[in-house]
Antibody
Framework: QVQLQESGPGLVKPSETLSLTCGVSGYYISSGYYWGWIRQPPGKGLEWIGSIFHSGSTYYNPSLNSRVTISEDTSKNQFSLKLRSVTAADTAVYYC????????????WGQGTLVTVSS | QSVLTQPPSVSGAPGQRVTVSCTGSSSNIGAGYDVHWYQQLPGTAPKLLIYENNNRPSGVPDRFSGSKSGTSASLAIAGLQAEDEADYYCQSYDSSLSGWVFGGGTKLTVL
């Protein structure tokens, strides 16, 4: 049973960098699949942030591309999100997720973690 | 404004059938990209309900079905139950944006 678990600070100051990690159990991220991040502002819909393939190649939401970096650490079986220069508009529940291909559905979600941007 | 358009809300009585629409364009659904549907219960992560337009993952009741035609897709829920009350989201890929797009979500109320 694959399980994903987000971790990181729940509060980030404006203009700083949001950093989250997704720990994966039950599957080696180096074995395949894409690993991504999706966020949901309070009371709003879902927004895809970006994904990384097990080879290390990445693709990002163009609206966030200049501020986002997704990386992987296969030795720890985890992948990470960095979002720079955050504002209050980046306040959201952040989910990590697994998907089989570029255009495919998410077949496994983390439980989500709320990150609030505030001074 | 979401790239994929969903009605904000739908409702139905227990036992009835409801549909949720997802309208896109020629750069996403109309370009042939698959549509996927998720159910999100309050306070929880989304759960995959329908993948690749009309396929149900193991464990999803056959009361849920999906279809796609032209630039739109639909999710149908038959035999409504109280536990179906949730938010529903469609997802596809957009070639002009080179990335995933989601609908704005539809809140289903079981009367």
């Amino acid at each position: 049973q694959v399980q994903l678990q987000e971790s990181g600070p729940g509060l980030v100051k404006p203009s700083e960098t949001l950093s989250l990690t997704c720990g994966v159990s039950g599957y080696y991220i180096s074995s395949g699949y894409y690993w991504g991040w999706i966020r949901q502002p309070p009371g709003k819909g879902l927004e895809w942030i970006g994904s990384i393939f097990h080879s290390g190649s990445t693709y990002y939401n163009p609206s966030l591309n200049s501020r986002v970096t997704i990386s992987e650490d296969t030795s720890k079986n985890q992948f990470s999100l960095k979002l720079r220069s955050v504002t209050a508009a980046d306040t959201a529940v952040y989910y990590c997720a697994r998907h089989r291909a570029t255009y495919s559905s998410v077949d496994c979600w983390g439980q989500g973690t709320l990150v609030t941007v505030s001074s | 404004q979401s790239v994929l358009t969903q009605p904000p809300s739908v409702s139905g009585a227990p036992g009835q059938r409801v549909t949720v629409s997802c309208t896109g364009s020629s750069s996403n659904i109309g370009a042939g990209y698959d549509v996927h549907w998720y159910q999100q219960l309050p306070g929880t992560a989304p759960k995959l309900l329908i993948y690749e337009n009309n396929n149900r993952p193991s464990g999803v009741p056959d009361r849920f079905s999906g279809s796609k035609s032209g630039t739109s897709a639909s999710l149908a829920i038959a035999g409504l139950q109280a536990e179906d009350e949730a938010d529903y989201y469609c997802q596809s890929y957009d070639s002009s944006l080179s990335g995933w797009v989601f609908g704005g979500g539809t809140k289903l109320t079981v009367l």
